[in-house]
């Protein structure tokens, strides 16, 4: 499974970005999918989940209300959508795919983990 995150760049406050996670033609369909981000010098954090449906979704405190995950299983791709963006939202940004189907914040339930995409916000 190969997975790799696009769409990052430099935003300013206030403004939004897409993000988008293609996966190989091994990734499953049938697993839930994840977004997690690692600031400098600060530990990865899960940001939001998505079960293997697209029904149920799980987001982080700090990005809820403002960020929306979805996926679409016929293309093999998983977005975030960033809404009013701060600059505490700049991170490197990953994807990952969970061994089970359901939305999971626990990043040890991620058995593969995509290339991330940076992400700036200017204040």
């Known amino acids: 499974v190969q997975l790799q995150a696009s769409g990052g760049g430099l935003v300013q406050a206030g403004g939004s970005l897409r993000l988008s996670c293609s996966g190989s033609r091994r990734t499953s369909s049938n697993n839930g999918m994840g977004w997690f981000r690692r600031a400098p010098g600060k530990e990865r954090e899960f940001v939001a989940a998505?079960?293997?449906?697209?029904?149920?979704?799980s987001y982080a405190d700090s990005v809820k209300g403002r960020f929306t995950i979805s996926r679409d299983n016929a293309k093999n791709t998983l977005y975030l959508q960033m809404n009013s963006l701060k600059p505490e939202d700049t991170a490197e940004y990953f994807c990952a795919q969970s061994r089970w189907s359901g939305a999971s914040s626990e990043s040890q339930q991620y058995a593969y983990w995509g290339r991330g995409t940076l992400v700036t916000v200017s204040s």
């Open positions: 998505i079960d293997w449906r697209g029904s149920s979704t």
